[in-house]
């Protein structure tokens, strides 16, 4: 692997990055420490500081999202949710899937409904439409599809919602080959007041309600 290479890789892989220049500054302020101490110490606090803080950040990461999720991506129709008192009804479609029609920042996308997976999953293309970043000290995850694994970049969903729910700073991955297909995994799943199935029909029960707009019917 030539330098080049080797920096792009570092480039992707952020708390790497931070770990490999903070050993680095540890080893330098041990090899200090007869020329300067009180400079060998600062260079060593830093260094073990940086330690410290990627490791914080990838232990906080993980109980965050976990670092896998399985899914697969039928391309079928979907019918149509409605709105019931405090319920989003969402019928099973003839795939024998549930799929959900809903707005990310705005932009009006579909979604397979997922309990098996363990995050919320969107296409590249929507995550450009809908302004999405991935956040920098954030490591990729890899994903388990039908395909293989793949490595994904963990994007923050300002608002999602769907009927009368609102999901507010939700995490998912951008996952590469999923154009004009997301799926909604259980992180969104589990923030609902109770969601169950009944008769054929999806059912989520928010917390808080949210007015319907007409878009998202």
Do not use: C, K
């Not at 990055?17 to 110490?41: D, E, F, Q, T």
């Amino acid at each position: 692997m030539d330098l080049a290479t080797f920096s792009q890789y570092l480039l992707n892989q952020p708390l790497l990055a931070l770990a490999l220049v903070s050993m680095i500054a540890v080893l330098i302020g041990s090899m200090l420490r007869h020329l300067s101490p009180l400079l060998a110490g600062t260079v060593r606090g830093l260094g073990n500081l940086g330690l410290f803080a990627a490791l914080l950040l990838t232990i906080m990461q993980v109980m965050r999202i976990g670092q896998g999720a399985d899914f697969s991506l039928p391309q079928l129709g979907m019918p149509v949710q409605e709105v019931s008192g405090r319920e989003t009804r969402v019928p099973l479609a003839r795939d024998g899937h549930f799929w959900i029609s809903a707005r990310v920042n705005g932009v009006q996308q579909r979604f397979l409904v997922d309990t098996g997976a363990t995050l919320t999953a969107i296409s590249p293309e929507l995550a450009e439409s809908a302004g999405l970043e991935p956040q920098p000290l954030r490591q990729p995850v890899l994903l388990r599809t039908a395909n293989g694994t793949v490595p994904a970049q963990v994007v923050t969903i300002g608002e999602l919602r769907l009927g009368n729910v609102v999901a507010r700073d939700l995490d998912a991955v951008v996952a590469p080959g999923m154009a004009g297909t997301s799926v909604l995994g259980m992180n969104f799943l589990s923030r609902l007041a109770s969601w169950r199935v009944e008769l054929g029909t999806l059912i989520l029960v928010p917390h808080r309600p949210q007015p319907e707009r007409p878009a998202d019917s």
